[in-house]
C-alpha cells in the first residue's frame, strides 16, 4: 500500500551520487530516484545530506533529531528555490526521504534482533525505536495513515515475534 502511494508521486534509499543509479527499498520508489535529479539542487543536496546522515552507524533513535532538523531546513530552502522543473519537487524529494527511512528502520530492526542473542535488549530496544517514530514531528493524512504505520509496523512485527 504505502509503495502504491510512493509510486503515484513518482517513486526514494540510499545516498546516490549525482547521476548514480540507486536500490530502492521500495521497488515501487525507483520512480523518485529517477526523478530526484530533475528537481531543484536544494532538494537534491539536502536528500545527499539526509541519506547519508541515515547512514551513520549510530542508533536510529539518536540520530532521528538530527533527521527531523535536517529536513526542515530542506523543505525551507527548497521552497525557497526557483523551481528546477515542472515536476512535484518536494513530493519527489519527500518521496526519496521516506523510502531510504524505511530501510533505515527495517535494517536496524533486523540488526537488533540479529544481536541479541537471548538478552532481552531487544525489546527495549525496539520499543524505544517504536516510541521514537512515532513521535516524529511530521502530520499530514499521508503520514499519519500510510507512511508511518509502514514504518512502524518493521518495528510492532519484530516485537510480536519476539519471545
Known amino acids: 500500500m504505502l509503495g ?3 509510486s503515484l508521486l513518482s517513486g526514494c534509499s540510499r ?3 549525482p547521476g548514480a543509479a540507486v536500490t530502492p527499498f ?3 520508489a525507483a520512480g523518485c530516484y529517477q526523478r530526484l535529479e530533475k528537481v531543484n539542487p536544494a532538494f537534491q543536496q539536502g536528500y545527499r545530506d539526509l541519506a547519508a546522515l541515515l547512514a551513520q552507524p549510530a542508533p536510529l533513535v539518536s540520530l532521528l533529531p538530527g533527521v527531523v532538523a535536517a529536513h ?3 523543505l525551507q530552502a527548497g521552497r525557497a528555490a526557483p523551481p528546477g522543473s515542472r515536476l512535484p519537487e518536494e513530493d519527489v524529494y519527500v518521496c526519496c526521504l521516506r523510502d531510504t527511512l524505511e530501510g533505515r528502520v527495517a535494517r536496524e530492526v533486523k540488526a537488533l534482533v540479529d544481536a541479541d542473542a537471548g538478552t532481552g ?3 527495549a530496544r525496539l520499543e524505544a525505536l517504536l516510541a521514537a517514530l512515532h513521535g516524529l514531528p511530521w502530520s499530514g493524512p499521508k503520514w499519519t495513515d500510510h507512511e508511518r504505520p509502514a514504518l512502524e509496523k518493521h ?4 516485537l ?3 519471545p
Open 121 to 123: 535488549d531487544a525489546r
Open 15 to 17: 545516498s546516490p551520487a
Open 4 to 6: 502504491a502511494l510512493w
Open 155 to 158: 518495528v510492532r512485527d519484530a
Open 72 to 74: 526542515e531546513r530542506v
Open 26 to 28: 521500495n521497488p515501487n
Open 160 to 162: 510480536a515475534a519476539l
